[in-house]
């Protein structure tokens, strides 16, 4: 189902965008919201302000992305299928790639990895282009593999949100912290045991 969502960027502007979102339910901050029409199409405005999400993700697809908001930012969840997680470690990808090893400070320590999250399928990102804040698009091709682009202007990034060089923005998309509540439902918001990554640490949101 498309909801159209409204979130408030760091610069207090305010952008409204479209998602899809093919979960069964969402609770927020606690409160449990379950859309009964799945995949049916309709608009509706929802501001999310709460400490965290969680998601049910058992109903997505390999090749398929859940996009919602999160403290105002829309967040992707995007289910990887094998050929994408290899072409992840693809070396020329690589070479092509700002910053292939995720050193700059853009993720938690438990998702600098080449995979970029906790299960190498699950990735969670902020759906935010570093350059000037416009909402990437997922580009994907018969779920072999695919890109985001960020039409305002020109900006790519690979399916670990990883900037492609000499693109206007300057760091991947940043990833939020979150954890499994279960193999199942993750939890936008919260680190995992052990850990305390702020997402207002990063270099740029
Ligand atoms: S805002 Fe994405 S390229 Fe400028």
Redesign the pocket.
Known sequence: MTNKLKFESKDGSRRDFLTLLTASSITVGGIAMTWPFLNSLYTQDITVENSFVDIDISSLQAGQQITFTWQNYPIFILNRTKTILEHLQDKTLRTRLRDPDSKELQQPAYTQNWHRSIEPEIIVMVGV?T????IPTLKLRDTLDGYYN?A????KFDLAGRVFQGM??PYNLAIPPYRYLKPTVIRVGENPKGHDFDIHSVQQI
Do not use: Q, V
């Open positions: 282009c350059h000037l804040g416009c960020c305002c202007h020109g900006s206007p923005a």
